[in-house]
C-alpha cells in the first residue's frame, strides 16, 4: 500500500463529528481541522477547505449526520425529523453545484432517512454507519481503478495530470494518482509531470506534494507548457479525475482539461479519465448539461494576497470545463475500462 494511504485519510468520522485535512493550508501547512455542526461542513465544502469530488461527497454525507446531532432535540416526532433532515440533506448538496459525487452521496443519505424504521437516535446511528461505509469504499474503489489503470500505462511512462485527483481529493488512494500508484507500484521508472493549475493550483500545492511524500517522480510545470512537452514526445499518457460524466461521456474536470486534452489528440497520446461510477450522471445526455461552478475573481486576481492585474480589470473564472467525449481514449473506474461509444459502454456498465 502507498506511504501516503496508509497513514493519512483525507476525511474521516469520528465518533461524534467529521475530521478533514485542511487543503488552504497547503503547502505550509499540513494540519487537520474537526468539523463539528452541519453548518460548518457547509462552508468547509464551498470554501475548498474539503475539495476533490469524491472527498467532497464524503464530506456533504458526514455533514447530514452533523445536522442530525444538532436536531435530535428539536422536533416531537420522528416525521418531522426526517422531513427536516431531508432539507438539510437538500440543501448541502447545494454546497458546490458541478461534482455530482456530493450530490450522489447526500442522496444515499436520504435513502436512508426515507428507508429507515428506527427512532431518532436509531436513524442518526443508521447515517453514520452508512457515511463510515461510504468512506471505506471509496478507498477500495479507488484502489480497484488503480489497478485497471495500470494495465494501460505503458513501461516507464511519463503521465500528465492536470488538478488533483489524489488521495488528497478522495478519502485516500485517489483515481488517477490512484492509477499512478498502482501503476508505480509494478514499475518504478513511471513518473508524471503535473499541471500547475491555475488558479488555485491544486496540481502545485497538492499533487507534487502526495506523490513527493509518496516517492513518486514529480516535475511540475505550468498549464501552457503540456503541448511544448507533448510535441518534445515527453508525455506518454495523460490521466485525470472528472468531477462529473455526462451519460455520452463528456467529462467536467478542473478548467483548463479541455485544453490538454485538445493537446493530446493532437499529438496522438492518450487521454485517460479516472473515475468511480458515482461520478457518472446518467441523468443529463451530454455535457452541456452540467452546470459549472463560477468561483471569486480574487482567485484570478491576486497571488499570494498580492493583485497581479490592473485594478477593476473584467475577470471571468470558471472552475470547470467538459471535455468532448470523443476526445477520451477510456474512462476508467472500479468496474474497467469504459471505451467509445461511450453512450453504449456507460450504458452497459450501470446494467452489471
Ligand atoms: O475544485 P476542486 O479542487 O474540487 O476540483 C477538483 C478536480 O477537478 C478533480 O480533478 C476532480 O474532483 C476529481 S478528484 C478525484
Not at 416526532?77 to 454546497?95: D, G, N, P, V
Not at 461520478?279 to 491576486?302: F, N, Q, Y
Request: proline share 3%; aromatic share 8%.
Amino acid at each position: 500500500m502507498s506511504e501516503f494511504t496508509s497513514k493519512i485519510r483525507t476525511i474521516q468520522w469520528i465518533d461524534t463529528y467529521s475530521r478533514m485535512v485542511d487543503q488552504t493550508k497547503f503547502p505550509d501547512k499540513f494540519e487537520y481541522v474537526d468539523i463539528k455542526t452541519g453548518e460548518d461542513m457547509f462552508s468547509a465544502i464551498r470554501t475548498m477547505i474539503v475539495r476533490g469530488a469524491p472527498a467532497i461527497g464524503i464530506a456533504g454525507a458526514h455533514g447530514i449526520v452533523l445536522f442530525a446531532q444538532e436536531g435530535i432535540d428539536k422536533f416531537n416526532t420522528r416525521e418531522e425529523f426526517s422531513s427536516w433532515l431531508i432539507q438539510k440533506a437538500e440543501y448541502m448538496k447545494t454546497s458546490r453545484p458541478t461534482a455530482v459525487n456530493l450530490m450522489w452521496a447526500c442522496q444515499k443519505q436520504i435513502e436512508v432517512i426515507k428507508s429507515s424504521t428506527s427512532d431518532k437516535a436509531g436513524l442518526i446511528e443508521e447515517l453514520k454507519q452508512n457515511a463510515i461505509k461510504l468512506e471505506n469504499e471509496d478507498i477500495e474503489i479507488n484502489k480497484k481503478i488503480g489497478d485497471y489503470g495500470a494495465e494501460v500505462v505503458p513501461k516507464g511512462a511519463t503521465i500528465l495530470t492536470h488538478c488533483n485527483a489524489g488521495a488528497l481529493a478522495t478519502v485516500g488512494y485517489g483515481t488517477a494518482l490512484g492509477v499512478v500508484r498502482s501503476a508505480f507500484a509494478k514499475d518504478n521508472t513511471v513518473q508524471v509531470f503535473a499541471d500547475e493549475t491555475r488558479p488555485r493550483q491544486q496540481g502545485a500545492r497538492i499533487t507534487t506534494l502526495e506523490l513527493t511524500m509518496d516517492g513518486i517522480p514529480v516535475t511540475l510545470i505550468t498549464d501552457g507548457m503540456c503541448s511544448y512537452f507533448m510535441k518534445k514526445g515527453m508525455i506518454d499518457m495523460v490521466c485525470v479525475g472528472a468531477d462529473r460524466i455526462a451519460a455520452n461521456g463528456d467529462t467536467a474536470n478542473k478548467i483548463g482539461t479541455y485544453t490538454v486534452a485538445i493537446a493530446a489528440k493532437y499529438h496522438n497520446i492518450p487521454f485517460y479519465v479516472a473515475a468511480p461510477l458515482s461520478t457518472i450522471d446518467t441523468t443529463i445526455k451530454t455535457g452541456d448539461e452540467i452546470i459549472i461552478e463560477e468561483r471569486s475573481h480574487e482567485e484570478v486576481t491576486m497571488i499570494n494576497g498580492k493583485s497581479v492585474c490592473a485594478e477593476g480589470v473584467n475577470v471571468i473564472n470558471p472552475g470547470f470545463d467538459v471535455t468532448p467525449n470523443e476526445l477520451i481514449a477510456g474512462i476508467i473506474t472500479e468496474k474497467g475500462i469504459l471505451r467509445p461509444d461511450y453512450k453504449n459502454s456507460i450504458k452497459e456498465v450501470f446494467q452489471k
